[in-house]
Nanobody, 123 residues
Framework: QVQLVESGGGLVQAGGSLRLSCAAS????????MGWFRQAPGKEREFVAA????????YYGGSVKGRFTISRDNAKNTVYLQMNSLEPEDTALYYC????????????????WGQGTQVTVSS
């Protein structure tokens, strides 16, 4: 079992930056691939980024590539999402997810999910 708690969301102006954190508790965090997803009101959940357990491989959704960076610190059981050049279209509830297989995350699914943290980008 893995519990995930996101933090770091908030209100930011367009062009600004935020860093989201996802703290994991439970066993074997370092063996899980981790991912970030987002969902805006009235829209489907969207894959944002994922990182393999070893940090060797990272994956990004097309709308955030080049602006967002996913990273993890296995010693701290935490995964991060650095978001730069934010746009109003990035406004959404951002979720952290975990799965033993990174491809499951990149396909939009995952075994464990957090409750989400709200990101609002004003124009």
């Amino acid at each position: 079992q893995v519990q995930l708690v996101e933090s770091g969301g908030g209100l930011v102006q367009a062009g600004g930056s935020l860093r989201l954190s996802c703290a994991a508790s439970g066993r074997s965090f370092s063996t899980f691939a981790m991912g970030w997803f987002r969902q805006a009101p009235g829209k489907e959940r969207e894959f944002v980024a994922a990182i393999s357990w070893s940090t060797t491989n990272t994956y990004y959704g097309g709308s955030v590539k080049g602006r967002f960076t996913i990273s993890r610190d296995n010693a701290k059981n935490t995964v991060y999402l650095q978001m730069n050049s934010l746009e109003p279209e990035d406004t959404a509830l951002y979720y952290c997810a975990a799965d033993r297989v990174v491809r499951v995350l990149t396909n939009g699914r995952g075994d464990y999910w957090g409750q989400g943290t709200q990101v609002t980008v004003s124009s």
